[in-house]
């Protein structure tokens, strides 16, 4: 069983800068792959990024080149640092953890998921 609890969410400007933490405790975190995910109102979950335990990494089309995700396994933690926010960044981010060493892009194929935590850009 692992824990999720994620951190960091807040509101910025358009152009601003957030970074998002995904504490885990519970199983073996390191053998996991780690994904984030989002949810605007009204619209389906999106596929944000996915990190796996040798740190290979994968990201939606909607955020390659402005989203960095990254983890720490000495300290059972996630990231994502996200630049260049826009107004359709606005959502509930959500981290999740997949009992794999295969990047997964399906919020089906997650297993655990973080409480979510809302990230606001103002135009």
């Known amino acids: 069983q692992v824990h999720l609890v994620n951190s960091g969410g807040g509101l910025v400007q358009a152009g601003g800068s957030l970074r998002l933490s995904c504490a885990a405790s519970?199983?073996?975190?390191?053998?996991?792959?780690m994904g984030w995910f989002r949810q605007a109102p009204g619209k389906e979950r999106e596929f944000v990024a996915a990190?796996?335990?040798?740190?290979?990494?994968y990201y939606g089309d909607s955020v390659k080149g402005r989203f960095t995700i990254s983890r720490d396994n000495a300290k059972n933690t996630g990231y994502l640092q996200m630049n260049t926010l826009k107004p359709e960044d606005t959502a509930v981010y959500y981290c999740?953890?997949?009992?794999?060493?295969?990047?997964?892009?399906?919020?089906?194929?997650?297993?655990?998921w973080g409480q979510g935590g809302q990230v606001t850009v103002s135009s």
């Open positions: 519970g199983h073996i975190f390191n053998t996991y792959t």
């Open positions: 990190i796996n335990w040798s740190g290979s990494v």
């Open positions: 999740t953890a997949a009992s794999t060493i295969v990047l997964v892009t399906g919020d089906y194929q997650y297993d655990y």
